[in-house]
């Protein structure tokens, strides 16, 4: 039986500039491997683009809702607040299954350039 590989998910605001949203993404990314430090070194990654801080508060409820670990990511630097969040590593495919609804992150979705 093949072992199931673990997926990360990372959701960030796409009203932020494009430059904005890739460094709130990895600040998200780096504190989920602070704070998840789970020993294993590798997981694939998926970048979903949400519109707005409501559409974070969402999905935060689905993975509450679904005892999905993350981590929430505040800016701290500007007036930006929740900017991005990130799952712990999910081997589980019923976990994995509840973001199925949620797009990749777009360029075209951005807001803000």
Same mark, same amino acid.
């Given at each position: ?53 409501? +559409? $974070? ?5 689905? #993975? ?8 929430? /990511?505040?800016?701290? =630097?500007?007036?930006? +607040? $929740? ?5 712990? #590593? ?8 509840? /973001?199925?609804?949620? =797009? ?10």
């Amino acid at each position: 039986m093949k072992k199931l590989e673990p997926y990360t998910y990372l959701f960030v605001r796409q009203d932020l500039s494009i430059a904005q949203q890739f460094v709130q993404s990895n600040h998200a990314g780096i504190k989920a491997g602070e704070e998840f430090g789970n020993g294993i070194s590798k997981s694939n990654m998926v970048l979903i683009g949400v519109p707005n801080k409501k +559409g $974070l508060y969402e999905a935060m409820d689905i #993975m509450g809702r679904n005892d999905i670990p993350f981590i929430e /990511f505040y800016e701290p =630097d500007y007036e930006e +607040g $929740l900017t991005a969040i990130c799952t712990n #590593m999910l081997f589980d495919r019923k976990q994995r299954a509840v /973001f199925k609804s949620y =797009d990749l992150w777009q360029i075209s979705n951005t807001k803000c350039y």
